[in-house]
């Protein structure tokens, strides 16, 4: 699986586990520590630590495993970081105080449609 089909993987398994406002950013031109970022809300603390655990293991059964994992789902904002696949979870009080879309606006979106 290349670094693209991972960050469409991960945001396919947060849209199923009801994450919301998912964003697939190629930040691989800009950035010299990963190629994408993957990031999504979750509607409660609580949700975003349930994301963080299950794409962890959905991914693990598919040999992808994260290399860290900084933050806590009561801290509002989770980093996992799967090398080349930047995942950030978060809170929406959270995702509006760090507005990562907007540090790295000057890189290509991915269009990501989720469930419906």
């Known amino acids: 699986m290349d670094n693209r089909e991972l960050a469409m993987t991960a945001a396919g398994l947060l ?3 009801k994450a919301v406002d998912i964003t697939i950013i190629d930040i691989g031109e800009k950035s ?3 190629d994408f970022f993957v990031i999504a809300c ?3 603390k609580r949700q975003l630590q349930s994301l963080c655990d299950d794409l962890q293991d959905k991914l693990a059964e598919q040999d992808v495993f994260v290399r860290s994992v900084e933050g806590k789902g009561d801290s509002g ?3 996992m970081d799967y090398g080349d696949i930047i995942v ?10 760090y507005q990562i879309e907007k540090i790295w606006s000057d890189c ?3 269009d990501y449609e989720g469930e419906e």
């Open 15 to 17: 849209s199923s586990k």
């Open 32 to 34: 010299g520590f990963a």
């Open 42 to 44: 979750a509607g409660s």
């Open 77 to 79: 904002w989770i980093l």
């Open 88 to 97: 950030n979870l978060f809170t929406e009080e959270q995702r509006q105080r």
């Open 108 to 110: 290509v979106r991915i």
